[in-house]
């Protein structure tokens, strides 16, 4: 029997969301009942509502949320009712030769069986209705598999926690866990969304020396030497002879940008998600005559299992400041206004709240 819910629905590409009644299909065998807290507005989701990154319709995007868990499906062992849970887009198997080796972000064998576009929700008129990210997160709950739900301390506020569930965790992890910045190097941002503006707290919580953050909006200035920026730049063409240079943008001419960044014997890595048609043209000579390295860095090479709640207690123990990074919360009915803030480049992280 499917259980009614409030969502912010797609129906098209390039549209507007709009609020209407959905059904929930009841969670089945290893799956949860999530009652959403909080959900982050992300550029992923500003793709998928453009058309950028095509996804079958209608749909209820949302892949950057928290909630409490309300109702359990058969099997499901890890988890109780009434937890408190960061949802994980990148669910993995935990058995297959890469979980193994101690890299889920990188799972060959769960992703497989998810990539398909998967109908959680139904029209009053039994018309399916997809998930993005098989998550779904614009909507008042939502069913999903209990590999995708983290347990955390209740302590965090869901509007903070839920930006640990993609951005911070993009951004965090890409310093912390793919780059390893040690203490004392210098690195530079390219882009200061949700996720750029984690790096930049990431570099700070590693102990560099020197954060450069640039982006071509100067409204993005203050919040980036708020967060630990020592210093902003509207011109990559400025930034020079920096350990490591992180793209978080997704796009090949940032990158070769960054390229030229980094010192003989830097590394460039590659955070921002771009086109799936993308390709780099970049200069051979400058790899191997400057040894310069070019990485990628997926969900921050991290296992939100062990590093969600990592997180979160940097966050509590004021390490972190994951509040800072948001510029307003918004009702889900408020959700188009939170979407043109985000095409505005002006902001911060707008939040959801439920």
Not at 80 to 94: E, H, K, M, T
Not at 139 to 156: H, N, P, S
Not at 259 to 275: E, F, M, N, Q, S
Request: proline content about 5%; some cysteine.
């Amino acid at each position: 029997m499917e259980l009614q819910t409030k969502a912010a629905v797609l129906y098209a590409a390039g549209k507007p969301f709009e609020i209407t009644d959905i059904n929930v299909v009841p969670p089945g065998e290893g799956e949860v009942l999530v009652r959403m807290a909080a959900a982050g507005i992300c550029g992923s989701d500003e793709a998928v509502r453009t058309g950028k990154r095509p996804h079958a319709m209608p749909v209820v995007c949302g892949h950057e949320g928290a909630g409490f868990v309300e109702a359990l499906g058969e099997g499901v062992a890890r988890l109780n009712r009434g937890d408190f849970v960061i949802l994980n887009w990148q669910p993995a198997c935990g058995t297959c030769a890469v979980c193994g080796r101690g890299q889920p972000n990188l799972c060959t064998t769960f992703p497989e069986r998810v990539t398909k576009p998967e109908a959680r929700f139904f029209l009053k008129d039994g018309s399916p209705v997809f998930s993005y990210s098989h998550l779904g997160c614009f909507a008042q709950r939502v069913t999903v598999r209990q590999e995708c739900c983290v347990v955390v301390d209740k302590k965090i506020p869901p509007e903070v926690s839920c930006l640990i569930g993609c951005a911070v965790t993009t951004g965090v992890g890409a310093v912390l866990n793919t780059a390893r910045v040690k203490a004392g190097e210098s690195v530079a941002i390219f882009g200061m969304g949700g996720v750029g503006l984690s790096i930049v707290m990431g570099g700070k919580l590693a102990g560099a020396e020197s954060i450069i953050a640039v982006d071509t909006a100067m409204a993005k200035k203050k919040m980036a030497l708020e967060l630990g920026a020592t210093d902003f730049f509207q011109e990559g063409a400025k930034v020079r002879n920096v350990d490591y240079a992180f793209d978080a943008v997704g796009s090949p001419e940032v990158v070769r940008k960054c390229l030229d960044a980094v010192r003989p014997g830097g590394t460039v890595v590659c955070v921002g998600l771009p086109a799936m048609s993308a390709e780099y043209s970049l200069p051979a000579w400058k790899l191997v005559v400057g040894e310069k390295k070019i990485i990628g860095s997926l969900y921050g090479s991290a296992d939100p299992f062990q590093f969600f709640s990592r997180l979160v207690d940097f966050y509590l123990e004021g390490k972190l400041p994951l509040d800072r990074l948001i510029s307003k919360t918004y009702t889900l009915e408020e959700i188009n206004a939170g979407f043109e803030a985000l095409r505005s480049g002006r902001t911060g992280r707008g939040v959801i709240r439920f």
